[in-house]
């Protein structure tokens, strides 16, 4: 079992000035009450993301996502496992819209669903897949890397909780740390492999679908209790760590 793991309540705070550990080995974290009242920006979606450093800025400065950016990637066992963590995470979106509070947050889930991830992100990886020579076998089967195990593991127990809030965290940081590095690319790359994977994750259309997932958790986390916070912050930190170990995975 993945994640989930609760802080302490001896584990928050600082003993001594020097910062405790939690019992999961992550840095203790304020709870949101506390921490908001000092942040410059006091949003639920910050308070994950400024505790999930410094995982976060390793994601999306990656050397890795950096070679995407500058089109000299080697892409190919990165897009094998990554249709495979894409086919949990298409499964994921069909539980947000099941788990969603409301209607009208229902549908940017079935949006995106059906237009991009089954439509575009599809035709792509099928486009990419068959370019770089990947066979059936490896396409729809391939072995599975420890970090793709964990994280498909990750996806399914918030999945499988049916907790709305689980479920968006994870989808949140998935959507979150791909806008950040590819937002950072600084001209297209040439090829398609490298350019199309680049436009898919950043643009004006992407930014709305980050933006209404981080508005989506800055309005169901603050009226959490206190414990359900924190079992958002664990799954998300899980999950930013994971999207690091993914691009090491990548390099090789
Ligand atoms: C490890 C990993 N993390 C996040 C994404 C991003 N992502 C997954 S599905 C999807 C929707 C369509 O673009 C997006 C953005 C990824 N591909 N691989």
Not at 86 to 93: E, G, K, N, P, Q
Request: hydrophobic letters at 45%; aromatic letters at 12%.
């Amino acid at each position: 079992m993945i994640g989930f793991v609760e802080f302490q309540d001896g584990a928050q705070g600082t003993a001594g000035g020097t910062p405790r550990r939690a019992e999961d080995g992550q840095a203790a974290w304020p709870a949101f009450a506390v921490w908001r009242s000092t942040a410059a920006d006091p949003v639920f979606s910050e308070w994950l993301r400024s505790a999930a450093e410094p995982d976060w800025t390793a994601a999306v400065t990656h050397p890795f996502a950096a070679a995407i950016s500058g089109g000299t990637a080697d892409m190919r066992r990165y897009l094998i496992q990554d249709f495979q963590f894409v086919d949990t995470f298409t499964a994921l979106l069909g539980a947000a819209v099941a788990a969603a509070d409301r209607f009208e947050a229902r549908v940017p889930f079935g949006r995106f669903l059906g237009q991009t991830v089954t439509d575009t992100e599809r035709g792509y990886f099928h486009r990419a897949l068959e370019a770089l020579g990947v066979d059936a076998a490896d396409m729809t089967s391939p072995e599975l890397e420890p970090v793709t195990v964990s994280f498909r593991s990750l996806m399914d127990e918030a999945r499988s909780s049916q907790d709305y809030s689980l479920v968006l965290a994870v989808l949140c940081v998935a959507e979150w740390v791909y806008l950040g590095w590819a937002s950072r690319t600084v001209s297209p790359p040439e090829g398609f492999l490298h350019r199309e994977w680049v436009e898919l994750h950043s643009g004006p259309e992407f930014e709305a679908w980050v933006g209404f997932l981080r508005a989506e958790l800055d309005r169901v986390g603050p009226a959490l209790g206190e414990a359900a916070q924190r079992r958002v912050l664990t799954i998300f930190r899980e999950a930013v760590r994971l999207e690091r170990g993914f691009f090491d995975m990548a390099e090789g």
